[in-house]
Each structure stands twice: as C-alpha cells, then as structure tokens.
Nanobody, 125 residues
C-alpha cells in the first residue's frame, strides 16, 4: 500500500517556476516507478514526467521537455517536479502516481496503481 500527498502548487506568472513535491508512505516507494500527470478542465489526464525506481531513467512529455525536471529522494520517500518557464497552458491539477509493480508503459495512466489527491497549478499570462 502506498499513500501519496502532493504539495507545492499555486498561482504563478508566466515564465515563473514552481516545485511540486510528493511525499509517499509505505514500504514499496523505493521499488516503485513514479510519475506526474496533469488534468486541465474538460480534458483527459495526461502524462507529464516519470522516473524509474532507481532514479536512473527519466521520461518527459514533449510539451514539458527542457522545462520540467523530475527527481526522487528514496531516503525521504519523496518525488519532485521542478517546473521552470511556466506557460498558461501548464495550468492544471497535477497528480503524483506510483507504479508498485514497475512495468514498461511509464507514460500511461493505466500503469499506475496509486494516486495522490492532486495539487492545483495556475499560470497567469
């Protein structure tokens, strides 16, 4: 069992930065692949970034590559999403997710079995 709690969302102007954190409880965090997804009003939940359990590999959606960075600290049971050069189209609820039985489809919502409650990110123009 993994419980996830996101924090760090808020309102920021275009071009600004935010860092999201996701604190995990449970013994399987260090062996879980982790992902960040987002959902804007009226849209489907979409992949943002993911990181393997070892931290050795990261993956990004094309829309955020070069601006966002995912990282993890297994000693603190926490995964982060550093978001720079934010744009109004980044506005969404951001969700942290854990894949406790790591599989190959790290950009798919169906791969992940635990989800946080989400944190709102709003980017003003």
């Amino acid at each position: 069992q993994v419980q996830l709690v996101e924090s760090g969302g808020g309102l920021v102007q275009a071009g600004g930065s935010l860092r999201l954190s996701c604190a995990a409880s449970g013994r399987t965090f260090s062996s879980s692949n982790m992902g960040w997804f987002r959902q804007a009003p009226g849209k489907e939940r979409e992949f943002v970034a993911s990181i393997k359990w070892s931290g050795g590999s990261t993956y990004y959606a094309a829309s955020v590559k070069g601006r966002f960075t995912i990282s993890r600290d297994n000693a603190k049971n926490t995964v982060y999403l550093q978001m720079n050069s934010l744009k109004p189209e980044d506005t969404a609820v951001y969700y942290c997710a854990a894949d406790s039985r790591p599989g190959p489809y790290m950009d798919s919502v169906y791969e992940y079995d635990y989800w946080g409650q989400g944190t709102q990110v709003t980017v003003s123009s």
